[in-house]
């Protein structure tokens, strides 16, 4: 993918945390009300391909993004992941993280969190 043809390198979409290297802001398809990503300021397909500084600082912004969406929906938890190629899932090819707030009752069964992903695989 060329840069200037990704929706993540420009965002026209409120910033919701910085720092050097990332950028935090609402997902356009959420999963629920307050789902936001951190992405890196720089191009890569994955967060695996950024080097330590990059990813550390995408990591280090989920913090301060936690307590803006802490504020102003007030979620009960988060789930926090990244979908790195592919067969996991992932559809804009620049590294992101999802940080999706979740609400009590929000599904019937939250038990397993992430591990749903693979749906038989949840239970344990």
Same mark, same amino acid.
């Given at each position: 993918?060329? @840069?200037?043809?990704?929706?993540?390198?420009? /965002? =026209?979409?409120? +910033? &919701?945390?910085?720092? =050097?290297?990332?950028?935090?802001?609402?997902?356009?398809?959420?999963?629920?009300? #307050?789902?936001? %990503?951190? *992405? /890196? $300021?720089?191009?890569? $397909?994955?967060?695996?391909? &950024?080097?330590?500084?990059?990813?550390?600082?995408?990591?280090?912004?989920? %913090? /301060? %993004? =936690?307590?803006?969406?802490?504020? $102003?929906?007030?979620?009960?938890?988060?789930?926090?992941?990244?979908?790195? #190629?592919? !067969?996991?899932?992932?559809? *804009?090819?620049?590294?992101?993280?999802?940080? +999706?707030? $979740?609400?009590?009752?929000?599904?019937?069964? @939250?038990? #397993? #969190? *992430?591990?749903?992903? +693979? @749906?038989? =695989? !949840?239970?344990?």
């Amino acid at each position: 993918m060329n @840069p200037s043809d990704c929706i993540f390198c420009k /965002p =026209k979409r409120e +910033i &919701l945390a910085e720092n =050097k290297y990332a950028l935090a802001f609402f997902d356009s398809y959420p999963v629920s009300r #307050g789902h936001a %990503l951190v *992405v /890196p $300021r720089r191009h890569a $397909r994955t967060i695996f391909d &950024l080097p330590d500084e990059e990813y550390a600082d995408c990591f280090r912004l989920v %913090l /301060p %993004l =936690k307590e803006v969406l802490l504020a $102003r929906f007030a979620p009960d938890g988060f789930n926090v992941g990244a979908n790195c #190629g592919e !067969a996991a899932g992932q559809s *804009v090819w620049h590294a992101h993280i999802h940080v +999706i707030p $979740r609400y009590a009752g929000d599904v019937p069964n @939250p038990r #397993g #969190g *992430v591990r749903g992903v +693979i @749906p038989h =695989k !949840a239970a344990y």
